[in-house]
């Protein structure tokens, strides 16, 4: 079994900052970060790798956001800066068995949290 639970989502004005977390039990799988907003198709944000050694980042949020993980916790965490009233979504992480690298593609993701809503205005 796998299960994936997002947290940390809130209210933050723009250019603020929030981490979100992901707790992933069961299975040390790469995991991507996805966002949806109302009226939007989900879209990838991030991705790491089981290993924490290679991730990659949508051009929209790359320079602002950074991933990272500690296994030890089985807690993988997306810390965002510099917020954009665009950046407004909910946020899921997701889990791949694909084997090498990662994308934040959604098709290659097999598990999925509920959400977290992050809102970024003023």
């Known amino acids: 079994q796998l299960q994936l639970v997002e947290s940390g989502g809130g209210l933050v004005q723009p250019g603020g900052s929030l981490r979100l977390s992901c707790a992933a039990s069961?299975?040390?799988?790469?995991i991507g970060w996805f966002r949806q907003a109302p009226g939007k198709e989900r879209e990838g944000v991030s991705c790491i790798t089981s290993s924490g050694g290679s991730t990659d980042f949508a051009d929209s949020v790359k320079g602002r956001f950074t991933v990272s993980r500690d296994n030890a916790k089985n807690t993988i965490y997306l810390q965002m800066n510099n917020l954009k009233p665009e950046d407004t979504a909910v946020y899921y992480c997701?889990?791949?068995?694909?084997?090498?690298?990662?994308?934040?593609?959604?098709?290659?993701?097999?598990?999925w949290g509920q959400g977290t809503q992050v809102t970024v205005s003023s």
């Open positions: 997701a889990a791949t068995t694909r084997r090498f690298g990662c994308t934040p593609v959604l098709a290659w993701y097999d598990y």
């Open positions: 069961g299975f040390t799988l790469s």
